[in-house]
C-alpha cells in the first residue's frame, strides 16, 4: 500500500495557540496547516485530504463540537481532536458519546502527551485506510469469484446439454442401428463381437453361436474366416459373395473404421 505524508490541520481563534502547535509538530513528519474558525476550516477540507484535525472547543461563531459533527458527516474517516478546558467537559463527553471526537485534550496540555497521541490517532487512520483497502480488494476478489463462477456455471449447463445432446443422438442411433433391416455387427481390432443389432441376433435361431466378446471367427466359414484375417491384418476392406451362416446364404462385406475410430475396429454387414 503506497506511504503517504499526513496532512494535521490544527483550528483555533487564537493565533498563538496556532503557533504553539505548529511549534510542537515541525520536527513530525506531517503537513501541518492553520485556520482560525470552523468556517475556514471547512475550506481547507475542501482542497485538502486532511487525516487528522485538532481543534479548540471555544471558538467564536462554530464551537469546536460543532465543527467536528460537520466533519463527521462530511470527511468522516478524518479522525478529530478537541482541545477544552475544564468548564466544557459534559459537551465534550457528549460529543465523545455522539461519536463526533475521537478524544479530547484539557487545556494547557503536556506536549510530549499531546505528540505521542496525535501519532496514535494518525496510527489508527492508516488501520482503518489498511482495513478498508483490505475490505475493497476482499470485495473485488469476490466479484471476479462470482464472475468465475457464474461462467463456469454457464461452462456446464453448456457442456450438459452438449452432453444430452449426444445422449440424445447416440441413443437414436443405437435404436436406428438396431432397426437396420440387415445382420449387422461390430468388432474390435482382435475380431472379438463388440455389437449386435437385432437382425444379427435373429442368426442364433439356426443354432449360430453370435455373442458378444466371443472371435467372429467361430461364426464364419473357413474361407470367410480367412477373409476376417485379412481384413484385419491389412486392416482393409474385403468383400465376398455367398457366404453360408446357418440356413443362410450371404453377401458378407467387412469396413474398417475409419476417422477417430481408425483402426479400432470393424463393421460386418450380411445381405441375403
Known amino acids: 500500500m503506497e506511504e503517504i505524508q499526513h496532512t494535521v490541520l ?20 506531517y503537513n501541518v496547516l492553520t485556520a482560525t474558525s470552523g468556517d475556514e476550516a471547512l475550506n481547507i477540507l475542501e482542497k485538502n485530504e ?7 472547543q471555544r471558538m467564536p461563531g462554530m464551537s469546536g463540537t460543532e465543527l467536528m459533527s460537520r466533519v463527521r458527516d462530511l470527511y468522516p ?47 489508527h487512520w492508516e488501520l482503518i485506510r489498511a482495513n478498508k483497502v483490505l475490505h475493497e480488494q476482499v470485495i473485488g476478489h469476490n466479484q ?36 437396420i433391416p440387415l445382420p449387422i455387427i461390430g468388432m474390435d481390432p482382435d475380431g472379438c463381437v463388440v455389437l449386435i443389432n437385432r437382425k444379427a441376433e435373429d442368426l442364433r435361431e439356426d443354432g449360430i453361436e453370435l455373442h458378444v466378446d466371443n472371435p467372429m471367427r467361430g461364426v464364419l466359414p473357413s474361407q470367410a474366416a480367412m477373409l ?17 451362416i446357418g440356413a443362410k446364404t450371404y453377401d458378407m462385406k467387412i469396413v474398417p473404421l475409419s476417422g477417430q475410430f481408425s483402426n479400432r475396429g470393424f463393421i460386418i454387414t450380411l445381405l441375403d
Open 144 to 179: 471476479e469469484l462470482s464472475q468465475i463462477n457464474e461462467r463456469l456455471e454457464q461452462l456446464v449447463w453448456e457442456r450438459t446439454q452438449e452432453l444430452e445432446f449426444r445422449n440424445q443422438a447416440l441413443e437414436v442411433s443405437h435404436a436406428i442401428l438396431a432397426d
Open 50 to 56: 486532511v487525516q487528522l484535525i485538532v481543534c479548540d
Open 228 to 244: 476376417l484375417n485379412q481384413a484385419i491384418l491389412e486392416n482393409s476392406a474385403q468383400s465376398m459373395q455367398g457366404v453360408k
Open 77 to 123: 474517516e478524518t479522525i478529530r481532536i478537541v482541545l477544552s478546558g475544564y468548564s466544557e467537559i459534559k459537551t465534550i463527553t457528549e460529543a465523545i458519546n455522539k461519536g463526533h471526537i475521537y478524544k479530547f485534550f484539557f487545556k494547557p496540555w503536556d506536549d510530549e502527551n499531546l505528540k505521542l497521541e496525535i501519532r496514535a490517532a494518525l496510527q
Open 10 to 29: 490544527c483550528v483555533d481563534d487564537e493565533v498563538n495557540i496556532l503557533h504553539s502547535l505548529k511549534r510542537l509538530l515541525r520536527r513530525e513528519p
